[in-house]
């Protein structure tokens, strides 16, 4: 009698255990499809917003990257030039560092012009004594563009 009713519970317990393995079957199987919806209209949400971003990376990419060339390519003459000699960028050898310079200034087109006339021209008596030598064989263009490379080592966007 206490074996047929031992019995009769495993079997319930059993039965209990294959319904509940089969709700969770269910529940995985509907999860799962679930996840796959989800999954489907993340991905598409994710490649609208994505081109979104390459949209607006493309729109900014048409203004920004001529100033940023610009002050690049200011570098380059500045490096290539005599300039190294008695500029540092941070650090005052015979005349001021180009980032002491920067401070100095606004960078606004009249200050660019300003400093590539000075650039082209030489001068004294901004910083001190020492005079910076002309440059008479550097184009107005050029002496611009180290002028602007200069004016944008302290962070400054030129405005
Ligand atoms: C022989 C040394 C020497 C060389 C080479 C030289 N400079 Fe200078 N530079 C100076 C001195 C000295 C001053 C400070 C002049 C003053 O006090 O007015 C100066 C000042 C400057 C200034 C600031 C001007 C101002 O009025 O505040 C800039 C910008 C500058 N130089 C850029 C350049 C560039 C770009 C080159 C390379 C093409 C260059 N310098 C080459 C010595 C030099």
């Known amino acids: ?77 500045v490096k290539s030039s005599d300039c190294k000699t008695c500029h540092h960028s941070v650090n005052k050898i015979i005349g001021p560092s180009h980032t002491d310079v920067a401070k100095k200034y606004e960078f606004t087109a009249s200050n660019v012009k300003m400093l590539a006339d000075k650039i082209i021209k030489g001068g004294v008596g901004v910083w001190g004594e020492v005079p910076m030598n002309a440059h008479p064989d550097l184009s107005q263009a050029d002496a611009e563009k180290m002028a602007r490379y200069v004016l944008s080592l302290d962070g400054e966007k030129e405005h």
């Not at 319904?19 to 490649?47: E, H, N, P």
């Not at 390459?54 to 003459?77: F, H, M, R, T, W």
């Open 1 to 77: 009698m206490t074996l047929h009713l031992q019995e009769k519970t495993l079997n319930s317990t059993k039965k209990y255990w294959v319904s509940k393995l089969i709700t969770m079957k269910k529940i995985i199987y509907a999860v799962r499809l679930f996840a796959f919806a989800v999954l489907v209209t993340a991905c598409g949400g994710k490649k609208e917003s994505s081109n979104a971003e390459e949209y607006v990376a493309n729109e900014s990419k048409l203004e920004a990257p001529a100033s940023v060339d610009v002050i690049a390519q200011g570098e380059a003459l």
